[in-house]
């Protein structure tokens, strides 16, 4: 891992020995891998359920939403030989300890308590914070499983390509252009040395080399210009009306088959739909960085997959995990090329056409939007949005140049009588607060919990507690101070 220079040394040091502990419980044994049902949690399971399995262990994959007493006492009732735990699990190792023994490790790259950090003197827990790596932006969980897989057997950098899709499905694309950065980076250069992923800087239309042009860009959702996504008529207008040949001999041309100089038509003619829809020149000129960036190959894939485009793979993973197939996601992602993934194209329909409605409602009925002075802005998704897509509803807006600059919490009511938060920074924001430290505290204050990511985070609080928790949200993204200490 070049580029990380100071916490090189800690982290090799560490994975050493944490390989040595899977190597010798691996051959012949019941190992189960626990992990988290986003795209990163299938991505990381699946990676090391290959890896065990290449090592001659029995090993299953199961995922779920978050890591509680109830699942660990079914770790401990299952008696399996030995459990991995990926994207999970911070702030729980005393309960593994008292319930498995020794009988387990943790992959993961949430930021964990402090505590945890320096009292594992048994190196269970490989965690990227741990050794210095920023886990928000530098590496995820698939990345610390490629990077665990990799070091058990030089045979497992097949799985880079897998972990390339974990960085993006979990926003780790930040560097200039939506580049790596970190040991992402260093993973996307051994993916591309072994000619497993292609990087191009292209515009980020979904369905590049599969879809005709007016369909990718009304596929694409990120950024999300309304308007124009998911409205396929509108955007073969806009097309149509730049002057571009959408056909060639009768058949729809695609992204990649477009000059730079058709390119560069789409662009301004974007921008100007952009500007005259939102009345802003600079969320125009915004949406244009915002649709230009690296693109990330699966060379490996069929040239007409969907998961020739690690954007495009991650959504379907993430789809997969949103409406509890995460299974689907998990075969896929262990290569699985058939049954599953003919499943997974049918998930992946029916998940664009909910978020979909539940987009198109949001910006329809204009009271779900309280834009409080063009800071901060809360979305109410209650009676419309399902607790399990809350987060991809999130991230959603969080691209569409309407709540451009603004910190976004969305909420909606969860089926256990609680309330369910997801908070983002929109694109453009340039607030420094740490939501994941702004929802663990906020909520916590209130009976609540949560935690997350520097720019993505999210909490169930009190039913009861909802004004008193917005207030306090609007006082800690407020308070300057607060924001950069967090
Ligand atoms: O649900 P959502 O996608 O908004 O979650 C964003 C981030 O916040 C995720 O990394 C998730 O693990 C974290 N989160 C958390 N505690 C919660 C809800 C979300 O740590 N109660």
């Not at 090391?48 to 009732?77: F, P, Q, Y």
């Not at 699990?89 to 930021?111: R, T």
């Amino acid at each position: 891992m070049e580029g990380t220079s100071t916490e090189k040394p800690k982290f090799q040091q560490a994975l050493e020995p944490f390989c040595e502990k899977i190597r010798s419980v691996a051959d012949g044994s019941d190992i189960s891998v626990i992990t988290h049902l986003d795209a990163d949690g299938i991505t990381a399971g699946s990676i090391m359920g290959v890896a065990l399995k290449r090592l001659g262990a029995r090993c299953s994959v199961r995922t779920v939403s978050d890591m509680n007493e109830s699942v660990i006492e079914r770790m401990k009732a299952e008696g399996r030989d030995f459990y991995i735990i990926t994207d999970l699990g911070g702030g729980m190792a005393a309960k593994f300890q008292k319930a498995l023994g020794k009988k387990w490790l943790i992959i993961d790259h949430h930021q964990i308590p402090d505590e945890e950090m320096i009292t594992d003197d048994d190196n269970r827990i490989l965690n990227a914070w741990k050794y210095g790596i920023d886990g928000s932006k530098d590496v995820c969980s698939g990345g610390m499983a490629y990077l665990v897989a990799s070091a058990l057997d030089k045979k497992n950098k097949d799985l880079s390509c897998i972990a390339v899709v974990s960085a993006v499905a979990d926003r780790q694309d930040q560097g200039e252009k939506k580049s790596f950065t970190g040991p992402n980076l260093e993973i996307l250069k051994a993916a591309q040395s072994a000619g497993l992923v292609q990087v191009e800087m292209d515009m980020m239309l979904t369905g590049r080399e599969t879809r005709p042009v007016h369909e990718a860009l009304a596929f694409t959702s990120f950024p999300f210009i309304e308007g124009l996504t998911w409205n396929r008529e509108a955007c073969y207008s806009l097309l149509k009306n730049a002057g571009i040949r959408m056909k060639n001999n009768g058949r729809w041309r695609v992204p990649a088959e477009l000059s730079q100089e058709e390119k560069s038509t789409i662009l301004d003619a974007v921008a100007r739909f952009v500007a005259t829809y939102t009345k802003s020149s600079a969320a125009a000129t915004k949406i244009i960085d915002d649709m230009i960036g690296y693109v990330y190959t699966l060379a490996c894939e069929d040239k007409r997959s969907q998961l020739r485009d690690a954007r495009e793979f991650s959504t379907m993973l993430n789809a997969c995990g949103r409406i509890r197939k995460a299974g689907v996601g998990v075969a896929i992602c262990m290569g699985d090329r058939n049954a599953m993934l003919t499943e997974g194209e049918e998930i992946i329909q029916s998940y664009r056409s909910a978020l979909r409605n539940y987009i198109s409602t949001i910006f329809a009925e204009k009271w779900r939007i309280a834009d409080e002075k063009g800071s901060i802005a809360f979305v109410n998704g209650e009676g419309l949005v399902p607790e399990d897509m809350l987060g991809a509803v999130s991230s959603l807006l969080s691209g569409s140049p309407t709540l451009q600059g603004r910190v976004l919490f969305v909420r909606t009511r969860a089926s256990d009588s609680t309330y369910r938060f997801s908070s983002r920074k929109c694109t453009g924001c340039t607030s420094e607060v740490n939501l994941g430290v702004v929802m663990r505290e906020c909520s916590a204050s209130l009976g609540g919990t949560g935690g997350g990511h520097h720019s993505a985070a999210g909490c169930r609080i009190p039913l009861s507690a909802l004004e008193d928790f917005m207030a306090a949200l609007r006082l800690r993204v407020s308070d300057a101070k607060f924001a950069k200490a967090a």
